[in-house]
T-cell receptor, first 114, second 113 residues
Framework: AQSVTQLDSQVPVFEEAPVELRCNYS??????LFWYVQYPNQGLQLLLK??????LVKGINGFEAEFNKSQTSFHLRKPSVHISDTAEYFC????????????FGKGTRLSVIA | DSGVTQTPKHLITATGQRVTLRCSPR?????VYWYQQSLDQGLQFLIQ???????AKGNILERFSAQQFPDLHSELNLSSLELGDSALYFC????????????FGQGTRLTVV
């Protein structure tokens, strides 16, 4: 089975500063990896995903993530955050063969401070 | 707007009651997934349907059941409700059986009092 650990439950950061949200996964098989964002009172929106190919994945809103197989990590980064990036961010994993549901981490609350 | 519609948005009901949550997937999507989001458990997968058939089951209680209809909309039925069932229930849809393109609805917030 797959599992995801998001190492920080809350990350405060000043506006225009860089940010990294950490995600580690556990799996005995190859995986697909995802980052979703949840704004207050809204559903989850896909930020980016890694399926195969280049380990650096670019997503929406200026976010990117790097898949590191040896460290079983998929950290999310943004070079300069905005107030509007304040939200909950979820890392998710699923095995890349067959049909298995997404397994989510507990989430990281990003608070951008003006 | 993800294209996935969930109704109702909010639901308040008493313990012991039964409720039905409805999900309309994006046009053309054959897979529907149900998730429960609570403060203590996070996002937990409940069940998946693909083109009317159950495909995968997660941590879904026996008091809960779901189905997907011929028009591909899905309903999640929660019965004998307990206070601990209070949560956000999300539906997601994808074109195929796999999860590589899952789009989430805005959720139904269930409060059991």
């Amino acid at each position: 089975a797959q599992s995801v650990t998001q190492l920080d439950s809350q990350v405060p950061v000043f506006e225009e500063a860089p940010v990294e949200l950490r995600c580690n996964y556990s799996s005995s098989v190859s995986v697909y990896l995802f980052w979703y964002v949840q704004y207050p009172n809204q559903g989850l929106q896909l930020l980016l995903k890694y399926l195969s190919g280049s380990t650096l994945v670019k997503g929406i809103n200026g976010f990117e993530a790097e898949f590191n197989k040896s460290q079983t990590s998929f950290h999310l980064r943004k070079p300069s955050v905005h107030i509007s990036d304040t939200a909950e961010y979820f890392c998710a994993v699923t095995r890349n063969s067959g049909n298995t549901p997404l397994v989510f981490g507990k989430g990281t609350r990003l608070s951008v401070i003006a | 707007d993800s294209g996935v519609t969930q109704t109702p948005k909010h639901l308040i009901t008493a313990t012991g009651q039964r409720v039905t949550l409805r999900c309309s997937p994006r046009s053309g999507d054959l897979s529907v997934y149900w998730y429960q989001q609570s403060l203590d458990q996070g996002l937990q997968f409940l069940i998946q349907y693909y083109n009317g058939e159950e495909r995968a089951k997660g941590n879904i209680l026996e008091r809960f059941s779901a189905q997907q209809f011929p028009d591909l909309h899905s309903e999640l039925n929660l019965s004998s409700l307990e206070l601990g069932d209070s949560a956000l229930y999300f539906c997601a849809s994808s074109p195929r059986e796999g999860n590589t393109e899952a789009f989430f609805g805005q959720g139904t917030r269930l409060t059991v009092v």
